[in-house]
């Protein structure tokens, strides 16, 4: 048995079908042959297995000793496919820094299919770095330090409770890739998320002009995601309803851990509200709003303060695509719908705004529950504006300061157990230095325990990530299993016995200078 793909040349081929027991469904590119191209991943010829994330597989309901075989290993390229897998690569446009871009599409990966995991959860079974497609705007290959920082970036996201897209595998290839000046050793994340709908995916259907695909989209959408919506009289502004709730929670968790996603363009904000493309992220290491670190980010538009905004307006964008079925919908769900914005019913407008309206308290509700759990304080302690109110003190004297912020709710923590501090001393300044916020803190005898249960002690630090995967290019894979088990365990102390776990509850070296991130591309 063989399926059609395409060739690393562009040319059809036929494929061998794996012998990996599991199934993978071909969902999306049935449901939505529009926004899927039939397309097959680059073989290279001698891959090596770098990195098996073992419990995800296992999780998946797929067997670790199995993806480690020859067998195995071109299974997760897509060389060889699973019953049931038809590759595509998927279309969609999206804003980047601004501007519309209206045909992005996947250019340098594919989705394999769908796997149903034994809870019967739905995921997506991606390629990254798998060769060019015709959406390609590069070579459509990776470097291994970029998919494998994605990798371990999304193992500390999920450690730390976030939703968030993970990586099943990172394979080497054999190749080398041209990156600024150099060459350097190719590689393909294999992804694992609820699903890879955009924003950007609603955009290209709006774009167009399309209202059956944008209908069948939402309907996907919504089986997919929001099941408890089948059946709504107003599906699309009730799946605008629904993402802007997941967006506003999501964004809020990264701010509580002071993430810097770097590249919120539509197209990496997903329908599911889990966190996508860890390309030129960071963590803060000392409080900074106007944080940027990625090396295109010139204007500093996705800088950590500056988060919740940009997601609103994305969310605007998300509004305006779905605005014909909105409009349709108040006339009784016809097949037709007006074909630009300015031929839009008022009252469709009204109700996307008032759902964008929803954005920021539930934003604000979301966040502030958050920093009443870092802050120690249980319910009934202190209301929604004395949070606040405290956290705003608190973070002023962390700017001002340059304190480190992941570390400066620990040593809030060892000050509400009444302990000294550590052996490398607090990062916060002395109390009589701090404003009144510290005072009315004590004040209501935060819980310590409490704070070290959900501030982390560990994250992948910016500088001991980088070396890592450095290490990793040039053949050394021990720092990066030494970050691996930092991340998969941000909150447990412990660390004075074990020097590798240490070093990423340090603040950063001054002397390294400004924290640069790229694309990967």
């Known amino acids: 048995m063989s399926i059609?793909?395409?060739?690393?040349?562009?040319?059809?081929?036929?494929?061998?079908?794996?012998?990996?027991?599991?199934?993978?469904?071909?969902?999306?590119?049935?449901?939505?042959?529009?926004?899927?191209?039939?397309?097959?991943?680059?073989?290279?010829?001698?891959?090596?297995?770098?990195?098996?994330?073992?419990?995800?597989?296992v999780e998946l309901g797929l067997d670790p000793g199995e993806l480690r075989s020859e067998s195995g290993i071109r299974f997760l390229l897509g060389n060889e496919l699973a019953a049931g897998s038809r590759p595509v690569a998927q279309a969609y446009a999206g804003h980047q820094f601004g501007g519309l871009s209206p045909r992005l599409g996947d250019g340098r990966a594919l989705l394999l299919g769908e796997i149903v995991d034994p809870a019967g959860r739905v995921r997506d079974l991606h390629l990254k770095g798998s060769g060019r497609t015709p959406f390609a705007r590069a070579d459509g290959?990776?470097?291994?330090?970029?998919?494998?920082?994605?990798?371990?970036?999304?193992?500390?996201?999920?450690?730390?409770?976030?939703?968030?897209?993970?990586?099943?595998a990172v394979i080497g290839t054999g190749r080398r890739v041209p990156r600024d000046g150099e060459l350097l050793p190719g590689a393909v994340l294999v992804r694992v998320a609820a699903?890879?709908?955009?924003?950007?995916?609603?955009?290209?259907?709006?774009?167009?002009?399309?209202?059956?695909?944008?209908?069948?989209?939402?309907?996907?959408?919504i089986r997919r995601h929001y099941p408890r919506l089948l059946g709504s009289g107003t599906p699309a502004l009730d799946l605008l309803r629904a993402?802007?709730?997941?967006?506003?929670?999501?964004?809020?968790?990264?701010?509580?851990?002071g993430f810097v996603h770097g590249v919120m363009n539509t197209d990496n904000a997903t329908i599911s509200g889990e966190t996508i493309d860890y390309g030129p992220c960071a963590f803060l290491d000392a409080y900074d709003p106007a944080a940027v670190f990625s090396s295109i980010d010139h204007g500093g538009?996705?800088?950590?303060?500056?988060?919740?905004?940009?997601?609103?307006?994305?969310?605007?964008?998300?509004?305006?695509?779905?605005?014909?079925?909105?409009?349709?919908?108040?006339?009784?769900?016809?097949?037709?719908?007006?074909t630009a914005a300015r031929e839009i019913d008022p009252a469709a407008i009204r109700l996307a705004e008032e759902a964008l309206a929803e954005f920021a308290p539930a934003y604000q509700r979301a966040w502030t529950s958050g920093m009443r759990a870092k802050l120690g304080l249980a319910d009934g302690d202190a209301d929604d504006a004395r949070v606040a109110d405290l956290s705003a003190g608190l973070l002023q004297d962390?700017?001002?300061?340059?304190?480190?912020?992941t570390l400066a709710f620990r040593d809030l923590a060892r000050l509400a157990h009444e302990e000294s501090p550590g052996e490398e001393g607090s990062r916060l300044p002395e109390p009589d230095?701090?404003?009144?916020?510290?005072?009315?803190?004590?004040?209501?005898?935060?819980?310590?325990?409490?704070?070290?249960?959900?501030?982390?002690?560990r994250i992948p630090r910016n500088g001991v990530?980088?070396?890592?995967?450095?290490?990793?290019?040039?053949?050394?894979l021990a720092p990066f299993a030494s970050l691996l088990e930092a991340v998969a365990h941000p909150f447990e102390a412990g660390v004075d016995t074990d020097p590798e776990l240490a070093r990423f509850a340090r603040p950063a070296d001054p002397g390294r200078g400004r924290y640069v991130t790229y694309c990967g591309t």
């Open 141 to 168: 290959f990776a470097a291994v330090g970029p998919m494998l920082r994605e990798y371990a970036v999304g193992e500390a996201m999920h450690a730390l409770g976030i939703p968030t897209t993970r990586a099943l």
């Open 301 to 338: 538009r996705y800088a950590y303060g500056g988060q919740p905004g940009v997601m609103l307006w994305n969310l605007t964008r998300f509004a305006e695509a779905l605005l014909p079925l909105i409009d349709a919908e108040r006339h009784g769900g016809s097949d037709t719908a007006p």
């Open 465 to 476: 990530i980088d070396d890592a995967l450095e290490a990793a290019s040039a053949g050394d």
């Open 433 to 457: 230095r701090l404003g009144p916020w510290f005072a009315a803190w004590t004040a209501l005898r935060p819980d310590g325990d409490a704070m070290d249960s959900v501030n982390p002690l």
């Open 4 to 57: 059609a793909g395409a060739s690393d040349s562009g040319t059809l081929e036929a494929l061998p079908q794996s012998s990996v027991d599991v199934r993978l469904d071909d969902g999306f590119a049935r449901a939505l042959p529009e926004l899927a191209v039939p397309w097959s991943a680059a073989r290279p010829e001698h891959p090596t297995l770098l990195a098996l994330n073992a419990p995800l597989a």
């Open 398 to 405: 962390l700017r001002d300061h340059a304190v480190d912020y």
């Open 195 to 221: 699903s890879h709908l955009r924003i950007g995916s609603f955009q290209y259907a709006a774009i167009r002009g399309d209202i059956g695909l944008l209908r069948r989209l939402t309907e996907f959408a």
């Open 243 to 257: 993402v802007i709730a997941a967006q506003a929670e999501l964004v809020a968790s990264w701010m509580l851990v």
